[in-house]
DNA sequence: AAGCATTAATTTCTGGCGAAATTAATCCGC
DNA sequence: GCGGATTAATTTCGCCAGAAATTAATGCTT
């Protein structure tokens, strides 16, 4: 019994690190960009792919996003007006999806948000110093 | 731009484990005990605590759960029998959380469960392998 | 001791999530 | 080419979370 003594403190510490870095940004990005954590994701995975990219969920195994919620993710920034939906000629179930010009300069715009956020909860690895330290005591 | 590439990657490697760790504990408990994640932590948290334990807050402070969601939590978990609420003579705003006995062995067989996810999915420290603490460290 | 700010807990209220049901198109065996 | 299985996406449903409003007790200042 108890053979890993440390296993549920190892668990509370990713948890805590987790949550942490989650909160942070999420108010970050709702706040100066009016965006949640899983819509910035979408939009960071569509630039990422650079051209259209099919697939919702081609993209939704990238997030660990069930396919409903990211569908509805997608319908949220399609009415913002940062994404378009379109028909797929060659498989029409697939629904191809496409970041519009607004989509991509709000997304330029919260990603230096983001990695503000991580940089002053995450250290750089290269780096080891005290940051993070105390977030995972 | 781009001075610490590493960083999202570092995030993204967090997130991808702990949803990872975190969905296969709640399915867990949730199939084995009925128990869902945060129910199962506050009982943690009180057999922690060994004797009776005041102030929801105290509890939530240990647990990144805001104080409604605990309040919901533990009504939910006295609906079940597994707690107790009670009045704090010293001061009455206060209420005592109590387990039952019952809550007591729910929490002792789904710890069990907790204990055996957390040890598929995380190493337990001493012995790097090479699952996930790499992830962690 | 009266009045106001503060603290503890609960209760709306809103929004996002996952599971399951639904819709629609494609694939496959005959 | 027809009918059943499969796949892509959406919709519906119920649940849980946090924010803000509410209720109630305490503390503090005069």
Redesign the pocket.
């Known amino acids: 019994m108890a053979a890993h003594p440390g296993l549920v403190d190892q668990w509370r510490s990713l948890v805590t690190c987790y949550?942490t870095v989650a909160?942070a940004l999420d108010?970050a990005l709702q706040d100066a960009h009016g965006l949640?954590?899983?819509?910035f994701e979408t939009l960071d995975r569509l630039v990422e792919a650079g051209a259209a990219k099919?697939?919702?969920?081609?993209?939704?195994a990238d997030m660990?996003?069930?396919?409903?919620?990211?569908?509805?993710?997608?319908?949220?920034l399609e009415k913002n007006g940062l994404v378009l939906?379109g028909m797929?000629?060659?498989?029409?179930?697939?629904?191809?999806?496409s970041l519009t010009d607004e989509g991509r300069s709000r997304h330029a715009a919260a990603a230096v948000t983001h990695r503000a956020i991580l940089g002053e909860h995450l250290t750089p690895a290269d780096e080891p110093s005290t940051e993070k330290a105390e977030l995972i005591t």
């Not at 949640?36 to 819509?39: H, R």
């Open positions: 949550n909160c108010r949640t954590m899983s819509e099919r697939r919702v969920q081609e993209i939704a660990y996003l069930s396919q409903s919620a990211l569908s509805r993710t997608i319908a949220r939906r797929c000629e060659s498989d029409r179930r697939g629904v191809f999806v």
